[in-house]
């Protein structure tokens, strides 16, 4: 069974720093995806990695992947405050059925 | 609209009713998932559907959870003999399906309360 591990669950930090989320899975997959959720809102997708190495950038945020170890990551840099929302990432592993299975989810809090 | 639609927003039973939550897909978009959303935790997935037919219902919890695509555009999600453990919010996502990997769209959810 694919488990899907985020850590930490909760992250508190200042505005101006950087800090990285990390995503571990159990099994092999080279197709990883980055969903941001707003409380009270359904999910907008932020990245998606395709392949071993894979790094994608969109503004103060950048999101890796290492097939090998299993393992992404999400970078925050220089943090601010419309950056608070709870991140999820999420891996499918059957082409030609894409359920995807979510972590559980990393809420972040941006303090001024 | 563009996006994915969920009707009802928010929908409160009671313990024992049916109830029946409408998703409306990305026009064009062949795949189309649901999954359900518990407080403080990801989403999980329900089923899948490729066009009309559900390719995955492996995560539909019981045999009072259906659900129906029945001309390869919108869906029904039904709840048979509602429990309260039911309670979450039931979020739909659609997709194309093809050699190159596309992203999962979702809807804003049907919040369902079971009293």
């Known amino acids: 069974e694919l488990k899907v591990e985020q850590n930490p669950l909760f992250l508190s930090m200042q505005e101006g720093k950087n800090y990285t989320i990390y995503c571990n899975y159990s099994t092999t997959s080279d197709r990883l995806y980055w969903y941001r959720q707003d409380p009270g809102k359904s999910l907008e997708s932020l990245f998606v990695l395709l392949s071993n190495g894979a790094v994608k950038q969109e503004g103060r945020l950048m999101a890796s992947l290492d097939t090998k170890a299993r393992l992404s990551t999400l970078h925050i840099t220089a943090a601010v405050h419309d950056l608070s929302a709870t991140y999820f990432c999420?891996?499918?592993?059957?082409?030609?059925?894409?359920?995807?299975?979510f972590g559980t989810g990393t809420r972040l809090t941006i303090i001024p | 609209g563009a996006g994915v639609s969920q009707t009802p927003s928010n929908k409160v039973t009671e313990k024992g009713k049916y109830v029946e939550l409408r998703c409306d897909p990305i026009s064009g978009h062949t795949a189309l998932y649901w999954y359900r959303q518990s407080l403080g935790q990801g989403p999980e997935f329900l089923i899948y559907f490729q066009g009309t037919g559900a390719a995955d219902d492996s995560g539909l919890p019981n045999d009072r959870f259906f659900a129906v695509r029945p001309e390869g555009s919108v869906s029904t999600l039904k709840i048979q003999r509602t429990e309260r453990g039911d309670s979450a919010v039931y979020l739909c996502?659609?997709?194309?399906?093809?050699?190159?990997?596309?992203?999962?769209?979702f809807g804003a959810g049907t919040r369902l309360s079971v009293l």
């Open positions: 999420a891996v499918d592993i059957y082409f030609g059925n894409e359920k995807l299975t």
């Open positions: 996502a659609s997709s194309l399906v093809g050699p190159a990997k596309n992203i999962q769209y």
